[in-house]
């Protein structure tokens, strides 16, 4: 039987354990490992990846580290291992891996690497997937989806824990970076006694909350404050339905000389200032994609069903999708074609 788990408070603890052995072990037994972050990072993907590499080295296991995208928010300057992270002009087609995992990647279409992996699998390779998303496909040879985890990097460190691994400050420090991302510093509903137990236990170990927080929360350049301003400015609350929404275009993007990451979070920050049902935020790159971001405070919605239905995915306080299209002007509003 292929090993797989879908967390949950009903799942008895011996599964979770029986899991997490079986992907540590599977790591130790692994001569070429490839970690993969998906594609538009952030704090949470590649704190996982940075974070399982500093763990494996702990036990003299080497890994390469990669992303389909690599050009990670600014803040993320300060994880351990993060310029080792290699791109696709750096990772050929012709390399060989016995084992990649994959972390916070609901499919492998999100994680941008469905071409690469069939020759990269070659030979029996094996796929692990780590992630945390209930919509997770399970896509994985072994699946370590923990669901009830704020973070991929919350459920890698109950792997760590289960397998007696030593909890560096490096290792610290990366999973505190996916914790602080996922929750919005420790401020929105992923925010759980687990995840708040786990913070601790990172910064016990050598993890310092406030250059993470302050990096990540703080110092944001002009071009995203005003990226932000434009946002507000577009602020609409349906009367019936008791959405909120705003739209960025690719005309913001360049006059404000700032890159789509900086608009990470504007949804969290929306959801925690206004008391409408739910939040969507729809991004226009100019890259052929609309990319939408969903939050609410609210147990009675569920926004991971709802970006399911448009080939999307998450949880049901936090989601997200990506479809073909622009948006453009509509007389005073915006509209997708």
Not at 7 to 19: C, F, L, T, W
Not at 117 to 143: C, F, M
Not at 203 to 210: E, M
Not at 244 to 266: K, M, N
Request: charged content about 20%; glycine content about 10%.
């Amino acid at each position: 039987m292929v090993p797989s788990l879908a967390m949950s408070s009903r799942i008895a603890p011996i599964a979770e354990q029986a899991v997490y052995r079986s992907v540590w072990e599977r790591l130790l037994r692994a001569r070429d490992i490839l970690l993969v972050s998906p594609k538009r990072p952030d704090g949470d993907s590649l704190g996982s990846i940075c974070g399982l590499r500093a763990a494996l080295r702990t036990v003299g296991k080497d890994a390469t580290l990669y992303c389909p995208d690599p050009s990670p928010p600014a803040f993320i300057g300060l994880l351990p291992h993060l310029h080792e992270v290699r791109g696709k002009r750096e990772e050929g087609r012709g390399k060989r891996y016995d084992t990649i995992v994959i972390v916070d990647a609901g499919d492998l279409v999100f994680a941008g690497i469905a071409a690469e992996l069939p020759s990269w699998k070659a030979g029996g390779g094996q796929l692990i997937v780590i992630d945390h998303h209930a919509t997770n496909t399970r896509y994985g040879d072994v699946n370590c989806v923990v669901t009830n985890a704020a973070s991929t990097t919350e459920a890698i460190h109950r792997l760590l824990v289960a397998n007696h691994v030593p909890l560096t400050a490096d290792v610290a420090t990366c999973l505190m970076v996916g914790l602080v991302t996922d929750t919005d510093g420790f401020t929105n509903p992923a925010t759980s006694p687990s995840a708040l137990a786990v913070a601790a236990a990172c910064s016990a170990a050598g993890a310092r909350i406030g250059p993470i927080l302050r990096a990540v929360y703080q110092q944001k350049p002009i071009g995203a404050l005003k990226l932000w301003g434009r946002a507000f400015e577009r602020l609409r609350v349906h009367p019936v339905w008791d959405i909120a929404t705003t739209v960025l275009v690719p005309e913001d993007f360049r006059e404000c000389g700032d890159a789509v990451e900086r608009s990470e979070g504007l949804s969290n920050f929306l959801q925690a200032v206004l008391p409408a049902r739910a939040i969507l935020v729809l991004k226009d790159a100019g890259d052929g994609i609309i990319r939408g971001s969903l939050r609410t405070q609210r147990n009675d919605v569920d926004l991971g069903r709802l970006a399911e239905a448009f080939g999307g995915g998450g949880h049901r306080k936090a989601a997200g999708f990506g479809v073909p299209g622009r948006i453009v002007r509509n007389g005073d509003g915006w509209k997708v074609v």
